[in-house]
Nanobody, 118 residues
Framework: QVQLVESGGGLVQPGGSLRLSCAAS????????MSWYRQAPGKERELVAT????????NYVDSVKGRFTISRVNNLNTMWLQMNSLTPEDTAVYYC???????????WGQGTQVTVSS
């Protein structure tokens, strides 16, 4: 059974940090581009960060560059998003995504809530 399970969300004060994890099972992680998306209330889902299959290349939306770091370890079937210097604008549900460039198969996690507030 294919699963992506996010964890690590929560309530944090502005300027704080959180580390999100995405645990994958039921498929071979190394065949998939992995991404983090987020969706704030009343807004469309937004691509936050992407990491290629081997982890060599990463991309970030401009608003998180220099603050967020995406990483993965394929043999642990896990991806992370380190989020520093958080602001209230980072408040959203964060989703883990896996997509195969070969087969176009795509998987989503259930999401984890991140709330940045004083």
């Amino acid at each position: 059974q294919v699963q992506l399970v996010e964890s690590g969300g929560g309530l944090v004060q502005p300027g704080g940090s959180l580390r999100l994890s995405c645990a994958a099972s039921g498929f071979t992680l190394s065949n998939y581009v992995m991404s983090w998306y987020r969706q704030a209330p009343g807004k469309e889902r937004e691509l936050v960060a992407t990491i290629t299959e081997t982890g060599v290349n990463t991309n970030y939306v401009d608003s998180v560059k220099g603050r967020f770091t995406i990483s993965r370890v394929n043999n642990l079937n896990t991806m992370w998003l380190q989020m520093n210097s958080l602001t209230p604008e980072d408040t959203a549900v964060y989703y883990c995504n896996a997509k195969s460039r070969r087969s176009r198969v795509e998987y989503w996690g259930q999401g984890t809530q991140v709330t940045v507030s004083s």
